[in-house]
């Protein structure tokens, strides 16, 4: 799932479509809705905690739960979404590569005048790769409900604001009703890691 946000978050050439420290707090708690979602992970009292400790399939799931399982202490969903946003970017364009989905165009100084270009994150498929924004904005546009996955992919682009590039829609009546079905279709813990996500974004934390 969190692939499916990274490339939401990307246009076609691999640029980002919001604040790369935005995306990288999307994708941050992507790879924890991902946990949540197959019952590794969960919150209570906004403290996040594990419950399964059996390894996803998945490397980088497998790594992130690892990182949850070796604190010492439990710590807040908000605290651990920053946290994760710190690689997730690097860690999640890797698991991209390896699956061949992606090629990563590293920036390049242009001497002549003093700039750097951002690294980008080009597409091997960009049918693919605009997949999942496009399913998710005609799925919305016909008022039916998203499958559980696609209402965490829209709660997460509304929690960064990517919905207003992604799904091409300043509509006020679109974001409410994203929300109306992400309240009604996702589960509690994941309503609450997309909400402090959005307080994250919110509070303007950039990314060192």
């Not at 991902?34 to 390894?55: F, H």
């Not at 949850?68 to 991209?96: F, G, H, I, T, Y």
């Not at 270009?117 to 904005?137: K, L, S």
């Not at 829609?169 to 409410?176: H, L, R, V, Y």
Request: avoid cysteine; charge should be negative.
């Amino acid at each position: 799932m969190a692939g499916q946000l990274f490339f939401a978050a990307h246009d076609s050439f691999g640029e980002p479509e919001v604040h790369p420290d935005v995306v990288a707090v999307g994708l941050g708690a992507a790879l924890l809705a991902e946990l949540m979602l197959v019952g590794r992970v969960t919150s209570r009292d906004g403290l996040l905690m594990v419950v399964d400790t059996a390894a996803p399939s998945d490397d980088l799931a497998n790594t992130v739960l690892a990182r949850v399982r070796a604190e010492q202490q439990l710590l807040p969903v908000s605290d651990w979404v920053a946290a994760l946003a710190l690689d997730a970017v690097a860690e999640m364009s890797n698991r991209l590569v390896k699956a061949r989905q992606i090629r990563v165009e590293r920036p390049r100084q242009l001497r002549t005048l003093g700039l750097t270009r951002v690294t980008r994150f080009v597409p091997v498929d960009t049918v693919e790769a605009a997949a999942p924004a496009a399913r998710i904005a005609d799925t919305i546009r016909r008022g039916e409900y998203l499958h559980v996955v696609d209402a965490v992919l829209a709660g997460l682009m509304v929690a960064m604001g990517l919905h207003h590039e992604v799904l091409n829609t300043w509509d006020p009546g679109i974001e409410q009703h994203i929300r109306y079905q992400v309240a009604q279709l996702v589960p509690v813990d994941v309503q609450d890691l997309i909400s402090r996500t959005e307080a994250v974004v919110g509070a303007g934390v950039l990314i060192r």
